[in-house]
């Protein structure tokens, strides 16, 4: 059996609402420094194979289908293989 | 098709309204097409397969499967929208009202996507549509009205597409509805959500699927003060079989 560790991230030119009104709470807390928060999606779930091939044919496919919208937003993914 | 008879017209169509979980603007579209327009509507379980003979099909608003990873994409793929995209495929007419509208773009039906409002705040107020394409289905008729007064409930409906995408929508005359002031003007502080290009209502481009974040249903009863949402209803009514 896998884990799979999804990260999806908005496309940097989409604006991200929910990053620009936490950035303006590291302004209010004098965290000058802090610049383009950006709030991503982590996904994390396990495929039962222990085919890794399989594993990343389906994991590829549940996030083309469901989990990520290619319309604005970008994905990546890393398989460990764990105890079932 | 089916055909029915009601007050405004010799033949009617027959509304189906999908319950999805999380549906909450189901009854009222029900309410309004029934008591008020005198129409046939029924409900459509979203895990039912077969669309009973409607002739129209609307997705109403609400937060379909709690909104959970980005509105709509789970209600995409309830059993029922197999029929919903084969029906609106062979010219079947699709309404999307708000969280509907947010299905039909996960769905591919229409093109763009939704994200939060820019303002981050769910938005719940009346506010002005210049109707920007008076020759679909939905919008004939509207003779003398620059701008709908229709109120909008929402927290994500800043429309977003990318460049290609709008200018095709620009082309074809897909935008149907745009964010204005009371006199029309479409202007940056008529602007709710941040929408770009202040678009609150998109067609398809064979023009039987639309889609649009403001609730006609809420405007539609004489009793509410406003009225101005049941013209793209009887619009429906009166076009589709003309």
Request: charged residues 25%; neutral net charge.
């Amino acid at each position: 059996m896998f884990k799979a560790k999804v990260l999806i991230k908005r496309r940097k030119t989409i604006l991200d609402p929910q990053g620009k009104a936490v950035e303006i709470g590291a302004k209010h807390l004098g965290l000058s420094n802090i610049k383009n928060t950006r709030i991503d999606k982590y996904i994390e779930f396990n495929v039962d194979t222990n085919n890794k091939k399989a594993a990343e044919d389906e994991v590829n496919d549940y996030c083309k289908k469901l989990l990520v919208n290619p319309i604005m937003e970008d994905y990546e993914f890393t398989l460990e293989e764990v105890k079932s | 098709m089916s055909e029915t008879k009601s007050r405004l017209g010799e033949k009617s169509p027959k509304f189906g309204i999908v319950v999805f979980p999380g549906s909450n603007c189901d009854h009222d579209t029900y309410y309004v097409l029934r008591k008020i327009l005198d129409l046939d509507v029924i409900f459509l379980w979203h895990k039912q397969v077969t669309l009973e003979d409607c002739d129209v099909i609307i997705l109403p608003g609400g937060f379909s499967y709690g909104d959970y990873l980005r509105t709509g994409a789970i209600a995409r793929f309830s059993p029922i929208m197999n029929e919903v995209t084969q029906f609106a495929n062979k010219g079947g007419y699709v309404f999307g009202i708000c969280n509907g509208f947010q299905i039909l773009l996960e769905a591919g039906l229409l093109p763009g996507v939704m994200i939060k409002n820019e303002s981050l705040n769910f938005v719940c107020k009346d506010i002005y549509l210049k109707i920007e394409n008076k020759d679909t289905p939905f919008t004939k008729g509207f003779n003398g009205k620059s701008a709908l007064k229709i109120p909008i409930a929402h927290g994500e409906g800043n429309y977003f597409a990318d460049e290609r995408t709008l200018k095709e929508l620009e082309d074809n005359n897909q935008i149907v509805f745009r964010y204005c002031s009371k006199d029309a003007s479409v202007t940056e502080s008529a602007n709710p959500n941040g929408s770009v290009m202040n678009i609150a209502g998109i067609i398809n481009n064979k023009g039987n699927v639309m889609g649009m974040m403001p609730h006609p249903e809420r405007s539609s009863d004489p009793v509410l003060g406003k009225t101005d949402g049941s013209l793209i209803f009887k619009s429906l009514v009166n076009n589709i079989f003309n």
